[in-house]
Nanobody, 124 residues
Framework: VQLQASGGGLVQAGGSLRLSCAAS????????MGWFRQAPGREREFVAA????????YYADSVKGRFTISRDDAKNTVYLQMNSLNSEDTAVYYC??????????????????WGQGTQVTVSS
């Protein structure tokens, strides 16, 4: 399974971005998907996840109410809509795929496949 993340960039505080992650080489519709991020000098942290069916979504407290994860199985793509961005959101964002639907969806070790990351920089 290959994952290609895109959509990052430079945005002013209060602005919005939408990240995309296109999957190929696997059965995307059967995978739970997640977004993680890593800021310089910090550990990779969970941002959001969505179940294979799309019926359930999960968010880190720090992004709840501002970020929305969604998926389009027809396009083999998962999205992360990010609104009301602030400087604390500056990081490299990674998408990841979990073929097994682990209940430990906030842990990076639950995901078998990772994209290459896309940089998000929020200027204040």
């Amino acid at each position: 399974v290959q994952l290609q993340a895109s959509g990052g960039g430079l945005v002013q505080a209060g602005g919005s971005l939408r990240l995309s992650c296109a999957a190929s080489g696997g059965t995307f519709s059967r995978y739970a998907m997640g977004w993680f991020r890593q800021a310089p000098g910090r550990e990779r942290e969970f941002v959001a996840a969505i179940s294979w069916s799309g019926a359930s979504t999960y968010y880190a407290d720090s992004v709840k109410g501002r970020f929305t994860i969604s998926r389009d199985d027809a396009k083999n793509t998962v999205y992360l809509q990010m609104n009301s961005l602030n400087s604390e959101d500056t990081a490299v964002y990674y998408c990841a795929a979990d073929p097994w639907g682990s209940s430990q969806r906030t842990l990076a070790k639950s995901y078998d496949y990772w994209g290459q990351g896309t940089q998000v920089t929020v200027s204040s």
